[in-house]
C-alpha cells in the first residue's frame, strides 16, 4: 500500500498534522515500509517509491495564489506521479481532484468560523472550506466536539467520521517516588516545581503564563519553582528578554537541549503541568501530562475537558487572575492533587499510542480498498 500524505508547513497551534505523520511514519516503518518526503527541487521523474510507501508531500506556500496553485494544479500532477492507494489531506485543506479514495483531517474550527486571527493558509482553507467538505466523506479528528461543529456547519452531509485522539509517546509515564527525588535533585535544587511547556514565541499566552505564577508567589511565599520546557526548540530572544526582567526570575528555569526522556522525566516529577494553551484546541501539552500522571491546571474549554476530565483543573477565565487562583486552590491540597492524579490514570488506561496508531493504519487500508471515485 502507498499512502500520500499531505500537510503544510506552516506551524499549527494544535500539532494535529504533525502527531498524524508522527503516528503514520512510525507505524509504517514498523512495518517495513519506507517513508519519504517528496522533493519539490528534484524532477519529478527523478523520484521513485516502493508499493509500500509513505510519502510525506509539503505545502508552503505564503500568497493565496500560490496555495491555489500548489493545490488544484501542482498537487494533482504529484498524486498521479506517486499513484497513491490512499490521500491523506491534513490541515483541512484537500485536492478534489485525486482519483483514489482519501481521507479528510479537520483540525479547528476557524476553518469556518469568524475568527481574525487566521494565518494566511488557514483564511485559504476557510474560503474554500465548504467545497472540501462537499467533496469528501471519510473525516478524521481529535475531538467528538470538532465532528459536533462540524455536524452543524454541514448538516445535509453524511460523513463518516473517525477520531484519531491524541497520545502521547511510550516515553511519556508515571515514575517512582524515589525517581522524583532524583529528577528534583538535577533540575530544581531538591525543591517542588511547575512545568509548562512553552510555544517558542507565543508572547501573550507566556506573560499570562508568568503573571500566574507571580501571583501564586505573592500568595504564598515558598520555594516552588517554574521549569519551562521549550515545545519545539527553543524559547525566542523576546521571551528571555521578557524572563530577563520578571520580578520572580530566580525561582524560574528554562530548560533547553532535552531529550525526550528528560523532558517525560521532568514532566512526570512535577508537582502540576501549567498548559496555557495558543486556541481552543492546543491539546498535547495536557494529554503528555495526563500520560505522565501529573495533574494540569489550565483553561476552561470543551476540548481540555474532553480530554482531561477530572484530572485538571479549569480557570473560569481566559486571564492570569482565575490560572493563579486555580495553582493556590492546588498548592498543599494532596488530597485534591492525589484525586487528580488518579484522574489521570483512568483517563490514559483508555488509549495507547500504539492502539491509535494501528487504528489510523487500518483505516487507510479500508480507504485504499474502496474502489476509485470521479
Known amino acids: 500500500m502507498r499512502i500520500a500524505v499531505i500537510q503544510q508547513n506552516k506551524k499549527s497551534c494544535n500539532d494535529y498534522s504533525?502527531?498524524?505523520?508522527?503516528l503514520l511514519s512510525g507505524y509504517a516503518l514498523q512495518a517495513g515500509y519506507e517513508v519519504k518526503a517528496?522533493?519539490?527541487?528534484?524532477?519529478?521523474?527523478?523520484?521513485?517509491f516502493s508499493s509500500n510507501s509513505v510519502v510525506i508531500i509539503t505545502v508552503s506556500a505564503k500568497s493565496k495564489f500560490s496555495l491555489r496553485w500548489l493545490y488544484t494544479v501542482k498537487l494533482r500532477f504529484i498524486l498521479k506521479r506517486i499513484e497513491p492507494d490512499a490521500s491523506i489531506f491534513l490541515n483541512a485543506a484537500a485536492n478534489n481532484y485525486a482519483k483514489k479514495q482519501s481521507l479528510f483531517s479537520f483540525d479547528d474550527e476557524k476553518y469556518f468560523n469568524k475568527s481574525s486571527s487566521k494565518t494566511s493558509a488557514q483564511k485559504y482553507t476557510s474560503r474554500n472550506f465548504g467545497k472540501y467538505v462537499r467533496a469528501q466523506n471519510n473525516l478524521i479528528s481529535f475531538s467528538d466536539n470538532v465532528f459536533a461543529s462540524l455536524k452543524k456547519f454541514s448538516p445535509e452531509k453524511k460523513f463518516l467520521l473517525h477520531k484519531i485522539p491524541y497520545t502521547a509517546t511510550s516515553d511519556f509515564h508515571a515514575v517512582e517516588e524515589i525517581d522524583k527525588l532524583l529528577i528534583k535533585a538535577?533540575?530544581?535544587e531538591n525543591?517542588?516545581?511547575?512545568?509548562?511547556?512553552?510555544?517558542?514565541?507565543?508572547?501573550?499566552?507566556?506573560i499570562t503564563l508568568l503573571k500566574a505564577f507571580s501571583k501564586f508567589k505573592k500568595w504564598q511565599q515558598s520555594s516552588m519553582q517554574l521549569l519551562l520546557i521549550p515545545k519545539y526548540e527553543n524559547i525566542s530572544a523576546k521571551l528571555s528578554e521578557k524572563l530577563a526582567s520578571y520580578k520572580y526570575r530566580n525561582d524560574v528555569k528554562t530548560l533547553h537541549a532535552f531529550t525526550l526522556k528528560e523532558t517525560a522525566s521532568v514532566v512526570a516529577s512535577a508537582y502540576a503541568l501549567l498548559h496555557v494553551p495558543v486556541c481552543e484546541a492546543d491539546i498535547l501539552p495536557a494529554v503528555i501530562g495526563l500520560q505522565c500522571a501529573t495533574p494540569i491546571i489550565t483553561f476552561n474549554n470543551i476540548y481540555l475537558r474532553e480530554y482531561c476530565n477530572a484530572a485538571s483543573l479549569y480557570a473560569?477565565?481566559?486571564?492570569f487572575e482565575t490560572l493563579g487562583d486555580e495553582i493556590m486552590l492546588l498548592f498543599k491540597n494532596e488530597e485534591l492533587r492525589k484525586q487528580m492524579v488518579d484522574a489521570c490514570k483512568i483517563q490514559t488506561a483508555l488509549l495507547t499510542r500504539k492502539t491509535v496508531a494501528e487504528s489510523l493504519w487500518k483505516l487507510a487500508e479500508t480507504i485504499s480498498s474502496k474502489p476509485e471515485t470521479t
Open 18 to 22: 504533525d502527531y498524524i505523520v508522527e
Open 38 to 48: 517528496w522533493s519539490f527541487a528534484v524532477p519529478a521523474a527523478a523520484q521513485k
Open 186 to 188: 538535577q533540575f530544581s
Open 191 to 206: 525543591k517542588e516545581y511547575f512545568v509548562c511547556l512553552v510555544n517558542d514565541d507565543e508572547e501573550a499566552a507566556f
Open 316 to 319: 473560569s477565565e481566559n486571564n
